[in-house]
Structure formats: structure tokens, C-alpha cells
DNA sequence: CTTGAAACG
DNA sequence: CGTTGCAAG
């Protein structure tokens, strides 16, 4: 167990014992030597004390579902669970690979949740789909791009709330042979970065969801490998920093944790995620104006059902 | 269970005992009156008493078995245990939905039961396909009418034995619609026809497999509602008595037992299985030459794994 | 490796 | 309702 671990350096306040480690298994590494400093997300110790309800805050939350209807169909596990556990405002899912027909059969899942809007994938059936799902009601929601072609697909859902625009996007894979990387880049990234730049006149910007690009060599387990992998190309890692970041988009993540490596997705097709070997492809990007607000960005590696996990935001009002 | 069980004569003989009924599905019925007199098919009690090994026999097997490799994945039941049971000579399958590289994996499936053929629809993947797995070898085997057009789909295999033709057959279900019913009687019974009139000229011929047609009322759960369903449709039917038996091939089973209720077939869809809402599909047709050697044509009903079930023939040589 | 749809039964 | 192969990730 311990070689295991020590391919990171695991701080010692993150160490786990035997018995804990089975319930832990974000805790294993793939990787085989340290590297630059790198530490190990741990969401028991790396977490700042949490706010009280009667402080002023909002949490927000992020899940690629991969498929809502077999998630719910796992026993185990249920999204009530995960609303009960971490008491979240908001809820934003992705890859809920909804019909329209399907979405009555969900519409009310959370009780305390009333406030739901859903986009689902007229082009394919069964394919992408994204949901907010909410506590509070939002002054305002919108689905799509809205000025573009591009919503055919289900891909984003906007709830304007308060005092920001909270954007829940699944950002297109680039595909098998990167077939579809000239499309995501040049035109969705574009399309939804100048949504944003839009939006931003009037009031600041959260982007959430799967945004299918790990951008740094920190943010995936095997960075040599997977240079022409979609989600990974330096196309996509440029276009993720030119469209998003250098727009004002903070990493909330990164900026709470410059260090350290922390993965929201780990492939099913090779058994990735007991051995940690994962891609962090899932962020709450904030529009600079927020991110001083921001008291907590986490991951919750240890929640199945899926092959990507929660990702949550703390944010005081 | 009694008042269930009157729904159809059941003789004294054929009553099950409460602890024994949750093993014998069979015994249950969907017909709301007694009709005609027809009674049960019990192969507890229905089968006359079994040959010994030392008598000259040979005991023939019939299944659609809808997916092997599914099949194969079942707890609880293998096509072993089938063979350990049964101790047949020759099993016929229908609906293996192999492709061609897949049958090496089951080639030698059955140990002892060396001589194995093998036809895959090449017209559409994991479609269709039958085998014969035999302990006997056969003096020739074929595949397909041969002599038509009709053999893409890998309905049909062919083997020689000493004394008779044996063709195991997967005859085309007309489909939602009837949108192929013409297709399965103008051409394929009709072919299959002309096939058998060839073989029989220097053979006599027994012909089995998943017919799909439920011949007269007797064979269906609910005949007045399913006329115009593939498989009983008068035009099958028709077919079924024009190009078969008046062909002169004997029908075994109703030979056997011309007023008895005995299913081979029982659709998923509305667990017909423990209602016994089923069809009678599967045969064993012979040569009017090898009528007076049957010594019992039965129906193992019990046997789970397929919405079909296994089929048995057993020939005085 | 897993989802979901589609075809077929 | 259940199998299979398929597209997609």
C-alpha cells in the first residue's frame, strides 16, 4: 500500500489506514514516480471547514451522469443520496442521455428541488443532454447557445440566478481519430466563449460540467500518452486557456490547489479508476469577479455510478 | 392452484404436489375453460419408459437456444448439464446468433461430441445461425438449400447419417407486420420443400428445428388473437401442412399425443413462461418410412435459458 | 468497459 | 422482455 502511494507525495495528514483505504480508492496512483511536487487530493483533509447555513453561501454542484436512467437504476447508490449528503443548492448534470419523452419521469427526482430545466439531444437519441436541477429559482434559464447551430446536440443549460449566470455545458468530445476536434474547437469553444463574453456585460459567469479538456499535465494521469487523445491535445489545452481562462475564467480548482492532482473522470475500459489513473476533464470556472468568493472548489472521487464523479462549489454571497 | 390448474383437463396422473409446482411451470395454464378435452403435456408422466443404452437407439436434440454465448454466460444451467441429463446423440440449435469468428470459441463446446457444424448469417451480424453437435459422425454434412439464394441468412445445416437426412432448421419468423411472410412461404418453405423431396429420394428425412409456425389451435395459448400473428397466420399454417406433411413428414410429438397442450415456445414479453401462454414451434417432422420408429418425441419445458426449450426424438434404429 | 438505441424476435 | 451488434465516450 504504501509504495503504491508514495508514487505522489501523500502529506501526512492524508495518509489512510487499511481499513479506510478500500472506501478510498482515489488514494492509489498511477503513476510511478513523483512528480514535481505533486500531492494527492484527499477530499477529508484538503477541504476547508465547512460554512454553516446560517453563513451566507451557495453550493453548487456538477456531475456527468453518463446516462441518468442507469444511474438511477443502481442500487447503492441514488442522486437523493448525494443531495442529502452534501446538501447542495445547486445541481448540474451532464450526459443525462435523456429523450424529451423520458424528462416528465425525472423532472420532480429531488424532493426540496422544484426549479429543473433540461436539454436533451434532438440530433441522437439517447445521446448527451445536460439538466439543472435547483433549490432556488432562477430569475431567468436558457438552453443552448441561442445564437448559434450548435444546439441540436442538448449541450447547455443557463439559469441566471442573483448575482451570476451559472452555465452547465458538455462540452463535445473530440472523437475517436479526432474527427471532431475541428468542430469543437473552432466552433463550439468559440461559440460558447463569446456566450460568455456576452453574458459577463451584465453579470458574472460560473461555467460548469464536463468540459472534455484536461489542461495541464497535472490534470491526467498519463500526460505522455495521451497527447493525441481527445480531451488531451494541445489544441484543445490551447483552446481551453485562449477561449476561457485568458477570457478571465478562474480554475477554481487549481487556483485553491496549484498542486495538486485531482481527477473527475477515470475511463471504464481499463478498470482506471481503482488505480487512479484519471483525467480531470470537469471545473467550475468562475468570471474573475467571483473568485474571491469562492470558499471551497472540491472533488468527490470516492462517489460511483458513473464513470466521471461530483464536483462541488462553495461560494459565499 | 388447483383452480388454475382446471383450466385444462389435468389428468390424476399429472398432479403436482405444491412443493413440486415451483419446478414445473409447465403445469400452469392460461386457457380460462377446459377445450376439447385436451390435456397437459407432462414429461414426467408423458414419456414412455426410457431405452437402455444396450437397446439400438439413437436420441436426437432440437433448441433454439436464442444466443449461445448468452446462453453459456447463465448460472444455474449449462448445455452440459443438458447433455449430461439428456445423454442425446445428436443436438440441433437454432438462433446460435454467432458470427463465424465466434465459432471457434464453441466449436468443442460438449466433450464426447466431436462432429460439429456450424452456419452464421453473413446477410446480418449475430442473426440467426444453427448447428448440429453430434457424437455420431455424420457421413456428409451440408449447408444451406444449396440450391437457392436463400442461404446468407445460415438457417439450415444438413448431416447423413447411416439411415436418415437429419436437417436442422431455422425457418424465417414473418416478422412485425407480416412484412415477410411472403418471402418465408413462396420461397423458403417452398424451397425447404423441394429440398427435402431431393434428399428423400435416396433417404429418409427428419427435419427439426424452430419451424415457426404453431400448426393447429391446440398449438397455440390463444388462437383467436393471434391469427394475424407471425406463426400462426392461416397462410403459414397452410403452408406448413401443404409443403410438410401432406409432403408426407409426421409431425412425432402430435402423433404421439394428438390431444395434448405442449408449448416449446413462450415469448418474453409477457412472462408467458410461468403462464404457460405459449406456442408449440419447435419440431421433430420425420419420413413417413421412420414414423413407426419413434419411440418417444418430447418437449423438456423446464429447461430455462432461451424462450425456447429443448425438444428431444427418440428413434429404435 | 459501459451507456443507450435499434433490429429482431 | 431479451439478445445482439452498434455508435459513442
Same mark, same amino acid.
Given at each position: 500500500?504504501?509504495?503504491?502511494?508514495?508514487?505522489?507525495?501523500?502529506?501526512?495528514?492524508?495518509?489512510?489506514?487499511? $481499513? =479506510?483505504?478500500?472506501? %478510498?480508492?482515489?488514494?492509489?496512483? #498511477?503513476?510511478?514516480?513523483?512528480?514535481?511536487?505533486?500531492? /494527492? &487530493?484527499?477530499?477529508?483533509?484538503?477541504?476547508?471547514?465547512?460554512?454553516?447555513?446560517?453563513?451566507?453561501?451557495?453550493?453548487?454542484?456538477?456531475?456527468?451522469?453518463?446516462?441518468?436512467?442507469?444511474?438511477?437504476?443502481?442500487?447503492?447508490?441514488?442522486?437523493?443520496?448525494?443531495?442529502?449528503?452534501?446538501?447542495?443548492?445547486?445541481?448540474?448534470?451532464?450526459?443525462?442521455?435523456?429523450?424529451?419523452?423520458?424528462?416528465?419521469?425525472?423532472?420532480?427526482?429531488?424532493?426540496?428541488?422544484?426549479?429543473?430545466?433540461?436539454?436533451?439531444?434532438?440530433?441522437?437519441?439517447?445521446?448527451?443532454?445536460?439538466?439543472?436541477?435547483?433549490?432556488?429559482?432562477?430569475?431567468?434559464?436558457?438552453?443552448?447557445?441561442?445564437? $448559434? =447551430?450548435?444546439?441540436? %446536440?442538448?449541450?447547455?443549460?443557463? #439559469?441566471?440566478?442573483?448575482?451570476?449566470?451559472?452555465?452547465? /455545458? &458538455?462540452?463535445?468530445?473530440?472523437?475517436?481519430?479526432?474527427?471532431?476536434?475541428?468542430?469543437?474547437?473552432?466552433?463550439?469553444?468559440?461559440?460558447?466563449?463569446?456566450?460568455?463574453?456576452?453574458?459577463?456585460?451584465?453579470?458574472?459567469?460560473?461555467?460548469?460540467?464536463?468540459?472534455?479538456?484536461?489542461?495541464?499535465?497535472?490534470?491526467?494521469?498519463?500526460?505522455?500518452?495521451?497527447?493525441?487523445?481527445?480531451?488531451?491535445?494541445?489544441?484543445?489545452?490551447?483552446?481551453?486557456?485562449?477561449?476561457?481562462?485568458?477570457?478571465?475564467?478562474?480554475?477554481?480548482?487549481?487556483?485553491?490547489?496549484?498542486?495538486?492532482?485531482?481527477?473527475?473522470?477515470?475511463?471504464?475500459?481499463?478498470?482506471?479508476?481503482?488505480?487512479?489513473?484519471?483525467?480531470?476533464?470537469?471545473?467550475?470556472?468562475?468570471?474573475?469577479?467571483?473568485?474571491?468568493?469562492?470558499?471551497?472548489?472540491?472533488?468527490?472521487?470516492?462517489?460511483?455510478?458513473?464513470?466521471?464523479?461530483?464536483?462541488?462549489?462553495?461560494?459565499?454571497?
Amino acid at each position: 500500500l504504501a509504495t503504491e502511494a508514495t508514487s505522489i507525495h501523500v502529506e501526512e495528514s492524508q495518509k489512510v489506514s487499511e $481499513s =479506510d483505504y478500500a472506501k %478510498e480508492p482515489w488514494i492509489r496512483f #498511477a503513476h510511478k514516480k513523483p512528480q514535481k511536487g505533486w500531492v /494527492a &487530493y484527499n477530499p477529508r483533509t484538503m477541504r476547508p471547514p465547512p460554512l454553516t447555513r446560517d453563513k451566507d453561501f451557495v453550493k453548487l454542484m456538477s456531475w456527468n451522469v453518463n446516462g441518468l436512467r442507469a444511474l438511477l437504476k443502481l442500487e447503492g447508490f441514488s442522486a437523493l443520496e448525494l443531495a442529502q449528503r452534501e446538501d447542495f443548492d445547486v445541481l448540474c448534470l451532464q450526459e443525462t442521455k435523456l429523450q424529451e419523452k423520458d424528462v416528465e419521469t425525472v423532472r420532480d427526482l429531488l424532493e426540496g428541488y422544484e426549479n429543473t430545466y433540461w436539454t436533451c439531444s434532438i440530433a441522437k437519441a439517447g445521446y448527451s443532454g445536460t439538466a439543472i436541477i435547483s433549490r432556488i429559482k432562477p430569475l431567468s434559464v436558457s438552453y443552448g447557445l441561442g445564437i $448559434s =447551430d450548435h444546439d441540436a %446536440e442538448g449541450r447547455l443549460v443557463t #439559469a441566471e440566478f442573483d448575482s451570476f449566470y451559472l452555465l452547465c /455545458a &458538455y462540452v463535445p468530445n473530440s472523437g475517436d481519430g479526432l474527427k471532431r476536434l475541428s468542430y469543437r474547437i473552432a466552433e463550439w469553444d468559440l461559440s460558447l466563449s463569446k456566450y460568455i463574453k456576452e453574458l459577463e456585460k451584465s453579470k458574472p459567469v460560473i461555467l460548469t460540467g464536463d468540459l472534455n479538456c484536461a489542461h495541464q499535465e497535472i490534470d491526467i494521469y498519463n500526460p505522455a500518452g495521451n497527447k493525441r487523445s481527445a480531451g488531451f491535445t494541445i489544441e484543445e489545452r490551447e483552446s481551453f486557456e485562449k477561449n476561457f481562462l485568458s477570457e478571465g475564467l478562474v480554475d477554481t480548482f487549481r487556483k485553491q490547489h496549484p498542486n495538486v492532482v485531482g481527477y473527475t473522470y477515470w475511463g471504464y475500459r481499463h478498470g482506471g479508476r481503482k488505480t487512479n489513473r484519471g483525467w480531470r476533464l470537469d471545473y467550475f470556472l468562475v468570471s474573475e469577479a467571483l473568485a474571491d468568493k469562492v470558499h471551497d472548489s472540491y472533488i468527490l472521487p470516492d462517489v460511483p455510478g458513473s464513470d466521471h464523479c461530483p464536483i462541488g462549489l462553495v461560494l459565499k454571497c
